[in-house]
C-alpha cells in the first residue's frame, strides 16, 4: 500500500501529461495545465522550500553540536541565513533593498568568480585533452586547432578557407555525434518515462521496491 | 618659511573654511542639479478629458540616472506612486524632454500593494511621496470623487465569490437595491482620470545607488475634453455608371472617444484657406450640405461608405467633401477637402470571395478567414560569390494549416530582354534556393521571377495552374545586391496597393467591426476569439461597515453620496468595492433579445419578474393604445412596439436556456449554467472581407449566408493534434517492442548488455573509497525531478547507496533542488534497511545545499578538499558546473565516475573523469546494474528502436535524394 498509491498517482499523473502531449484541447491546456497545474506548483515548492532550508539547518546544527572538522563555519550558514531572510522581510527584495544590495553586491560578484575560475579549468581540461596520445586525440587536436584558429583572425591569414573547414567541423562530423547522442537521449528518456508508466521504474519513489 | 604654530592656525582655519564653503556650494549645487527640470502638466490635446501630459527635462548623463519615478495625487501633500520610466545609465536620453501620458486606466488598488499607507523609501515623517495607494479600500473610498474606477476580477471571483451588498431595506425587508461586492485581494481597481478635476504631481530621479533623487515642484494639472484630432484624410470616387458615391477615410491617432461621422459637401476652396476655416467646424460647415453619417465607435467601425445618388451623380463631380468626426461630448472636427476622382466601377478591385475555417490543432480561441490560395513572395536576395553570379534567394510562403504545397516553381527572366534564365523546381520548402545566373549575365540588371504552385489551395481544391505570381528583383546601388520591389504582380495585376479588410460581427450587436487590415502578401487572417477569464465592471461605489453602521460611498449623478445605515443580520462585515450584480446571460436570436439576469439568486429570480411584468403591464398599456389610436403611423410605430414587447415576453418566458438556469439546484451550477450560455453567444462570429486601395475603391464580400441567416463561426477545442498522428504511431509502436521485450525477458531469454565500462567500475570504486576510509560523493546534477536524467540518477544513487551501506562507507549527497532531497533521504534510507544496516543511516549525509549554480560548486568543491573523497559520482544533468567540480575532485585525487545526458558537458567530463556514461548509458545503467528482466527488456527495446529510425532515416534521405518528399514531410517538425 505504501508504494501502490504512490505508484497509481504517478501512472495516473503520467497519462495525463500524455495525454497534454498530444491534446490541445481547452481542459488540458487551459484548465489543467494553467490553472489546476502551475498554481499547485506554485503553491508546493514553496512548502519544499521549507524542506530544504531545515534539512540544511539541521545538517549544520549537528556539525556545530559534534564539533566536526571546521564547524565554525556553520555559524556562518545561521549568521547569513538570519541576515538575508530579516533583510528580505523587512526591507524588501525590491532594489534599493538591503536583500538586494546583498544580492548584487556579495551573492553576485561570489558566482561570477567561481565562474570565471571555468576559465582555466578549461584550459586545463583543454591540455589533457589535446595531449597526442593515440589516434583519435591526435584527430581532436588537430580538430581542436582548426576550429580555434578560424574564430581569430590569423586563421583566416594562415587560409581563407580555415573558416570554411571549420564550419564544416561544426556542422557535419560535430553535428552527427551530437545527433547521434541527442538520438540515444530521447529514446532513453521516453524509455525511462515509460517505465515509470509501466511502474517498471520505482527508484523515484523512494529506495527498493 | 617655517611653519610654526602662529602661521599654522591660520592655514588651518582657511583650508577649514575653503573646504567647508565647497562642500556647501557643491551641495548646493548638487541639490539643484538633481531635480528634473522644467517639469510641466498640461492637458492632453484632443482628447475625451481623461489625459494629462506630463513632461521634464532628464538629468545630466553624469548623475547615472536609472529611472525617474512619477508619483501623482489628489492633494499636494500626498502623491502616490503612479510609474517608472527605466533609463540606461550609461547612454544619455536622446530627447531634450521626457514625457509621460497619464491617458490610460492605472492601478489604484491590487492585491500587491501595501497594506497600509506607506512614507517612499527615504522620505522625512512630513514627506509627501508615499508608495502605491493602500490595499484598503476603505482609503479608496476617499479617492472615489476623483476618479472614475474600474473593477477588474477573474471570472470565478466575480461569479462564484463575490457578496450581495443590499444598499436598503424597504418596509417588508426586502433588499431595494444590491450590489455584487468585491473585497480588495478578489480585484485589482483601476481608475481614470476624471475631466475637470484637479491632480497634482511631481517625477522623482532614482541613480544608480538606488538614492532617490529631490523631486520636481509639485505641479497641477487640470484634464479637459478637448474637441477630437480631425481625420487625416479623406477620399472620395464618383461612379458615374452605378450612380455611387463612394467614400473612405482614415481615422487620427486618438480615436477612442469618436462616436459618429457626417461626410458633407462643401464649398470648394484652396486647401490652404480650407484648413484655417475648418479651425472652427461650425462656421466652416455652416453652407455644408450632408451626404452620409453614421456611427464609429472610437474607430472600430467601417471607416468607407457609399451613397447613392442616381441619375444626379454628374452634379457630384465638381463636388468636394469633407469629414466631420464628433466625440461623446459633441465637440467635432473636419478633415481636410478631398476631390473626387471620377472612375467606373470597371475600376474596383475584384470581390473577395472568402472562407471561415476553424483554425486545427488549437484549443479552441482560433478561427481563420482564407481568402486566397497559398502566396509565395521572394523577400531577399544573397550574393554568395564575389561575382555575383550566384544567389541564395529566401523567399516566404504564406499558407494556411490547411493549405498544402507541393511543389513551388521559380522561373528567373531577363527583366530587359525576357530571356528565360532558370527554372528551380523547390519540391522542400526550406525558405531558400540558390541560382546560378550564365555566365557573362550583368547582374545590375536585375531579374524578373514567375512563381507557379501545386498543391491544395482554397477550401481543399487544387491550386489553379494558372495562378502565377510576379516579382521583380532590381538592383539597389547602396546595398550592393538585389532587392525586392514593393510591386507583387498575379495574374498580370499589381496587387501590392490592395489590402483586404476583415469585419467581423457578434450576434448581439448588428454593427461589422474592424478585426485587421491586411496586405496582398497575405492569403489568410487568424482571428483570436479569446475564452473570457476575466470581468471588467465599473465601480458604483465602495462599503464597510464602522461598529454597528454600514457606510457606504456611492456614485450619483451628483457626485459621491455617503450613505449609513445600520447593520442588519446577514449583512456582510469588511470593506467591498460595489459592482453592478447584474450579467449579459443569453442573446436570444430569433427574437433579437438580451436576456440579462443577476449573479444572485434571490436577485435573478426577482429581475426576471420585474422583466415580464414590466413587458406584460406595457403591452396590455399598447393595445389600450392600439384601440384608441386611428393615425396610421401611429399604429405602425405601436404595432412595432408591440411585437418588441411581446419578442421580451417569449425570450424570458420560453426560453429553454433560461428555464433550466431556474431550475439548479444551487445558485453555483445556476451561474455556470449562465457563463456557458454567455460563452455560446459571445463566442461565435460572422465575418467579411473587403478588398480595398484605401483610397475609396472598395468591394465589400458576400457575408457568408444559409436561408438568409448570416453564419456565425464559433472555434472548435480539438481533442487531438494532427500533426502529432507519427509521434503517436511510433510511440506505440516503441510501446510494442518494449512489452515484447519485457515479455521475453520474463520468460528467461538471455539478453545480451554490451560491457559499459563506467558501470562495472562502481564497485571498484566504492571499494577503493572503503580500503582508503575515506567518504564518497554523490552529486545529482542541478536537473529538476522532472528530467528523466535525476530519475536515472534516483536509480543508480539506490545501488550505489546499498553498496556503501554493506561496505560501511560514508556517502554524502549533497542535493541541488530541495524537492529532490527529500527523495534522495529516503532512498539512501531504503538502502541502509535493505542490507540491514539502518544504525549506520545519517540523515544529515543527504542534504538540500543550495540551487544557485555557483554556489552550489563551491559548496560541493568544499565538501570534496574537507572530506578528501575517494571517489565521487556525478549522475545527472549539468551544466557550467560540471567542469569546476570534476577537475577539484580530480585535485584531491578522487576516483570519478560521470554520467550525464547534456551534450555540452559531456566532452568535459571525458576529460577529467575516470569513467563516464554517455547520453543513454546514463539511462541504461539502473537496468544494467539491476540486472532485472524488465529493466533489461526497455533496454533492448531501445536498441531495436534505434536501428527502425536509422533506417528511416536512411530511406528519408534516399527518397529527398529523389525528390520524393513525403517520408520526409510526415515527420512532425518539432
Known amino acids: 500500500m505504501k508504494k501502490t498509491i504512490p505508484l497509481l498517482i504517478v501512472i495516473l499523473g503520467g497519462l495525463i501529461w500524455v495525454a497534454w502531449a498530444f491534446s490541445p484541447h481547452y481542459v488540458l491546456q487551459e484548465v489543467f495545465y494553467n490553472q489546476f497545474y502551475l498554481p499547485w506548483v506554485y503553491a508546493m515548492s514553496s512548502f519544499a522550500m521549507l524542506l530544504g532550508v531545515l534539512s540544511l539547518s539541521m545538517m549544520h546544527s549537528a556539525k556545530i553540536k559534534r564539533k566536526a572538522p571546521k564547524w565554525q563555519y556553520s555559524y556562518f550558514f545561521f549568521?547569513?541565513?538570519?541576515?538575508?531572510?530579516?533583510?528580505?522581510?523587512?526591507?524588501?527584495?525590491?532594489?534599493?533593498?538591503?536583500?538586494?544590495?546583498?544580492?548584487?553586491?556579495?551573492?553576485?560578484?561570489?558566482?561570477?568568480?567561481?565562474?570565471?575560475?571555468?576559465?582555466?579549468?578549461?584550459?586545463?581540461?583543454?591540455?589533457?585533452?589535446?595531449?597526442?596520445?593515440?589516434?583519435?586525440?591526435?584527430?581532436?587536436?588537430?580538430?581542436?586547432?582548426?576550429?580555434?584558429?578560424?574564430?581569430?583572425?590569423?586563421?583566416?591569414?594562415i587560409s581563407r578557407h580555415l573558416p570554411t573547414f571549420s564550419q564544416w567541423i561544426l556542422d557535419v562530423p560535430n553535428l552527427a555525434s551530437k545527433r547521434g547522442i541527442m538520438l540515444g537521449v530521447g529514446l532513453g528518456s521516453v524509455a525511462t518515462s515509460l517505465k515509470i508508466l509501466l511502474g517498471i521504474e520505482r527508484s523515484y519513489l523512494g529506495g527498493g521496491d | 618659511m617655517r611653519l610654526d604654530k602662529r602661521r599654522l592656525i591660520p592655514i588651518l582655519l582657511a583650508v577649514f573654511i575653503f573646504s567647508v564653503s565647497l562642500i556647501m556650494a557643491q551641495q548646493h549645487e548638487s541639490k539643484d542639479d538633481n531635480i528634473v527640470g522644467n517639469f510641466q502638466v498640461t492637458d492632453v490635446p484632443a482628447d475625451d478629458g481623461t489625459g494629462l501630459m506630463l513632461s521634464w527635462e532628464p538629468l545630466d548623463r553624469s548623475k547615472r540616472i536609472i529611472e525617474y519615478r512619477i508619483y501623482r495625487g489628489i492633494t499636494p501633500d500626498q502623491l502616490f506612486f503612479l510609474e517608472s520610466i527605466q533609463v540606461n545609465p550609461k547612454s544619455p536620453v536622446v530627447s531634450d524632454q521626457m514625457f509621460y501620458y497619464d491617458n490610460s486606466a492605472s492601478e489604484i488598488l491590487d492585491a500587491s500593494f501595501p497594506g497600509k499607507?506607506?512614507?517612499?523609501?527615504?522620505?522625512?515623517?512630513?514627506?509627501?511621496?508615499?508608495?502605491?495607494?493602500?490595499?484598503?479600500?476603505?482609503?479608496?473610498?476617499?479617492?472615489?470623487?476623483?476618479?472614475?474606477?474600474?473593477?477588474?476580477?477573474?471570472?470565478?471571483?466575480?461569479?462564484?465569490?463575490?457578496?450581495?451588498?443590499?444598499?436598503?431595506?424597504?418596509?417588508?425587508?426586502?433588499?431595494?437595491?444590491?450590489?455584487?461586492?468585491?473585497?480588495?485581494?478578489?480585484?485589482?481597481?483601476?481608475?481614470?482620470?476624471?475631466?475637470?478635476?484637479?491632480?497634482?504631481?511631481?517625477?522623482?530621479?532614482?541613480?544608480?545607488?538606488?538614492?532617490?533623487?529631490?523631486?520636481?515642484?509639485?505641479?497641477a494639472g487640470v484634464p479637459i475634453p478637448n474637441a477630437p484630432e480631425a481625420s487625416p484624410a479623406l477620399y472620395s470616387v464618383v461612379m458615374p455608371d452605378t450612380g455611387e458615391l463612394r467614400f473612405e477615410w482614415e481615422y487620427p491617432i486618438y480615436k477612442d472617444a469618436l462616436v459618429q461621422y457626417r461626410i458633407l459637401q462643401v464649398s470648394d476652396m484652396p486647401a490652404q484657406e480650407w484648413e484655417e476655416r475648418s479651425q472652427d467646424p461650425q462656421a466652416a460647415l455652416a453652407n455644408a450640405r450632408e451626404i452620409a453619417s453614421g456611427q464609429v465607435a472610437a474607430g472600430s467601425l467601417p471607416n468607407y461608405t457609399v451613397v447613392e445618388v442616381g441619375e444626379d451623380i454628374d452634379s457630384y463631380k465638381d463636388a468636394v467633401f469633407a469629414l466631420q468626426l464628433f466625440d461623446y461630448y459633441g465637440a467635432s472636427s473636419v478633415s481636410p477637402i478631398s476631390k473626387p476622382r471620377v472612375l467606373n466601377?470597371?475600376?474596383?478591385?475584384?470581390?473577395?470571395?472568402?472562407?471561415?475555417?476553424?483554425?486545427?490543432?488549437?484549443?479552441?480561441?482560433?478561427?481563420?478567414?482564407?481568402?486566397?490560395?497559398?502566396?509565395?513572395?521572394?523577400?531577399?536576395?544573397?550574393?554568395?560569390?564575389?561575382?555575383?553570379?550566384?544567389?541564395?534567394?529566401?523567399?516566404?510562403?504564406?499558407?494556411?494549416?490547411?493549405?498544402?504545397?507541393?511543389?513551388?516553381?521559380?522561373?528567373?527572366?531577363?527583366?530587359?530582354?525576357?530571356?528565360?534564365?532558370?527554372?528551380?523546381?523547390?519540391?522542400?520548402?526550406?525558405?531558400?534556393?540558390?541560382?546560378?545566373?550564365?555566365?557573362?549575365?550583368?547582374?545590375?540588371?536585375?531579374?524578373?521571377?514567375?512563381?507557379?504552385?501545386?498543391?491544395?489551395?482554397?477550401?481543399?481544391?487544387?491550386?489553379?495552374?494558372?495562378?502565377?505570381?510576379?516579382?521583380?528583383?532590381?538592383?539597389?546601388?547602396?546595398?550592393?545586391?538585389?532587392?525586392?520591389?514593393?510591386?507583387?504582380?498575379?495574374?498580370?495585376?499589381?496587387?501590392?496597393?490592395?489590402?483586404?479588410?476583415?469585419?467581423?460581427?457578434?450576434?448581439?450587436?448588428?454593427?461589422?467591426?474592424?478585426?485587421?487590415?491586411?496586405?496582398?502578401?497575405?492569403?489568410?487572417?487568424?482571428?483570436?476569439?479569446?475564452?473570457?477569464?476575466?470581468?471588467?465592471?465599473?465601480?458604483?461605489?465602495?462599503?464597510?461597515?464602522?461598529?454597528?453602521?454600514?457606510?457606504?460611498y456611492l456614485n450619483t449623478p451628483a457626485g459621491v453620496e455617503r450613505k449609513t445605515r445600520a447593520l442588519r443580520p446577514g449583512d456582510r462585515k469588511g470593506a467591498y468595492a460595489l459592482l453592478d450584480h447584474t450579467v449579459d446571460f443569453t442573446w436570444d436570436h430569433d427574437n433579437q433579445v438580451m436576456v440579462r439576469t443577476s449573479i444572485f439568486k434571490d436577485a435573478a429570480r426577482k429581475m426576471h419578474e420585474e422583466t415580464v411584468s414590466a413587458a406584460e403591464a406595457r403591452l396590455a398599456e399598447l393595445q389600450e393604445l392600439r384601440a384608441q389610436s386611428t393615425d396610421a403611423a401611429e399604429l405602425e410605430g405601436i404595432d412595432a412596439e408591440i411585437q418588441r414587447q411581446e419578442a421580451i415576453l417569449i425570450a424570458h418566458t420560453q426560453n429553454p436556456i433560461v428555464d433550466e438556469a431556474f431550475k439548479a439546484n444551487s445558485n453555483r451550477?445556476?451561474?455556470?449554467?449562465?457563463?456557458?450560455?454567455?460563452?455560446?453567444?459571445?463566442?461565435?462570429?460572422?465575418?467579411?472581407?473587403?478588398?480595398?486601395?484605401?483610397?475609396?475603391?472598395?468591394?465589400?464580400?458576400?457575408?457568408?449566408?444559409?436561408?438568409?441567416e448570416l453564419v456565425y463561426h464559433m472555434p472548435i477545442s480539438n481533442w487531438f493534434d494532427n500533426n502529432k498522428y507519427v509521434t503517436l504511431f511510433t510511440t506505440l509502436l516503441f510501446c510494442l517492442i518494449v512489452v515484447i521485450f519485457v515479455q521475453l525477458a520474463k520468460r528467461g531469454k538471455d539478453l545480451y548488455i554490451r560491457p559499459i565500462a563506467g558501470l562495472q567500475e562502481i564497485d571498484n570504486a566504492i571499494g577503493r573509497a572503503t580500503e582508503m576510509g575515506r567518504p564518497m560523493l554523490y552529486c545529482m546534477g542541478n536537473g529538476s525531478i522532472s528530467d528523466v536524467a535525476t530519475i536515472a540518477s534516483m536509480g543508480i544513487l539506490g545501488l550505489v547507496a546499498r553498496r556503501a551501506a554493506e561496505y560501511d562507507t560514508k556517502l554524502i549527497v549533497p542535493c541541488y533542488d530541495y524537492i529532490i532531497m527529500p527523495i534522495a533521504q529516503e532512498i539512501v534510507r531504503e538502502a541502509h534497511y535493505a542490507v540491514g544496516r539502518p544504525d549506520t543511516y545519517d540523515r544529515n549525509n543527504v542534504f538540500y545545499l543550495t540551487n544557485v549554480q555557483f554556489a552550489y560548486v563551491a559548496g560541493v568543491n568544499g565538501i570534496m578538499i574537507r572530506e578528501r573523497m575517494a571517489t565521487n559520482f556525478f549522475m545527472g544533468f549539468f551544466a557550467a558546473e560540471a567542469l569546476l567540480m570534476t577537475e577539484t575532485g580530480n585535485a584531491v585525487g578522487a576516483v570519478q565516475i560521470a554520467g550525464t545526458d547534456a551534450i555540452t558537458q559531456i566532452p568535459f567530463f571525458i576529460t577529467t573523469c575516470d569513467y563516464t556514461l554517455i547520453g543513454e548509458e546514463l539511462y541504461a545503467a539502473s537496468a544494467y546494474l539491476n540486472r532485472e528482466p524488465m529493466l533489461l527488456g526497455t533496454l533492448k527495446a531501445q536498441d531495436y528502436f534505434k536501428f527502425v529510425i536509422l533506417t528511416v532515416v536512411i530511406i528519408g534521405a534516399v527518397l529527398s535524394s529523389f525528390q520524393i518528399t513525403g517520408l520526409t514531410l510526415l515527420m512532425p517538425e518539432k
Open chain 2, 669 to 708: 451550477s445556476r451561474v455556470k449554467h449562465v457563463l456557458s450560455a454567455f460563452d455560446d453567444f459571445m463566442r461565435r462570429q460572422a465575418f467579411k472581407v473587403v478588398k480595398t486601395d484605401a483610397r475609396g475603391l472598395f468591394v465589400e464580400s458576400e457575408p457568408e449566408m444559409i436561408n438568409g
Open chain 1, 79 to 157: 549568521a547569513s541565513f538570519v541576515i538575508t531572510c530579516l533583510a528580505g522581510f523587512i526591507g524588501g527584495t525590491q532594489k534599493g533593498g538591503l536583500f538586494m544590495w546583498m544580492f548584487e553586491n556579495v551573492q553576485m560578484p561570489m558566482s561570477a568568480t567561481m565562474f570565471s575560475l571555468l576559465a582555466f579549468y578549461m584550459a586545463s581540461a583543454a591540455y589533457k585533452a589535446f595531449r597526442a596520445r593515440s589516434p583519435e586525440a591526435t584527430v581532436l587536436l588537430i580538430a581542436a586547432i582548426v576550429v580555434m584558429l578560424a574564430q581569430v583572425p590569423l586563421g583566416v591569414q
Open chain 2, 345 to 552: 466601377s470597371d475600376a474596383l478591385p475584384p470581390r473577395t470571395d472568402f472562407y471561415v475555417e476553424d483554425k486545427p490543432n488549437d484549443k479552441g480561441d482560433r478561427l481563420t478567414v482564407v481568402w486566397d490560395n497559398p502566396i509565395v513572395f521572394v523577400v531577399k536576395v544573397t550574393a554568395l560569390n564575389a561575382d555575383n553570379s550566384r544567389l541564395r534567394i529566401n523567399y516566404q510562403l504564406n499558407m494556411t494549416e490547411t493549405q498544402r504545397v507541393d511543389d513551388i516553381w521559380f522561373d528567373f527572366y531577363d527583366p530587359e530582354t525576357g530571356e528565360h534564365i532558370e527554372k528551380i523546381k523547390e519540391f522542400y520548402q526550406d525558405n531558400a534556393i540558390v541560382i546560378n545566373l550564365p555566365d557573362g549575365y550583368e547582374f545590375q540588371k536585375g531579374l524578373k521571377v514567375k512563381i507557379t504552385l501545386t498543391g491544395e489551395g482554397l477550401q481543399g481544391e487544387d491550386i489553379p495552374e494558372d495562378y502565377v505570381i510576379e516579382q521583380d528583383l532590381r538592383y539597389e546601388p547602396a546595398m550592393i545586391t538585389l532587392v525586392p520591389s514593393r510591386a507583387l504582380y498575379r495574374n498580370d495585376r499589381d496587387v501590392s496597393r490592395v489590402y483586404n479588410v476583415v469585419y467581423r460581427q457578434y450576434m448581439h450587436s448588428p454593427m461589422w467591426r474592424l478585426v485587421m487590415r491586411n496586405t496582398s502578401f497575405d492569403n489568410s487572417l487568424d482571428v483570436v476569439v479569446p475564452y473570457s477569464s476575466m470581468v471588467q465592471k465599473l465601480v458604483h461605489g465602495i462599503s464597510y461597515t464602522e461598529g454597528d453602521s454600514l457606510v457606504m
Open chain 2, 117 to 219: 499607507l506607506r512614507l517612499e523609501k527615504g522620505q522625512p515623517d512630513d514627506g509627501i511621496l508615499y508608495r502605491r495607494p493602500p490595499r484598503d479600500l476603505k482609503f479608496t473610498a476617499t479617492l472615489l470623487e476623483k476618479y472614475q474606477m474600474i473593477s477588474l476580477a477573474e471570472r470565478k471571483q466575480f461569479y462564484h465569490r463575490s457578496r450581495e451588498i443590499v444598499e436598503e431595506y424597504d418596509s417588508s425587508s426586502d433588499p431595494v437595491n444590491s450590489y455584487a461586492g468585491l473585497r480588495s485581494n478578489q480585484q485589482t481597481v483601476l481608475a481614470l482620470l476624471k475631466p475637470g478635476e484637479t491632480y497634482y504631481y511631481t517625477v522623482v530621479a532614482v541613480d544608480e545607488r538606488q538614492r532617490m533623487l529631490p523631486h520636481a515642484p509639485v505641479t
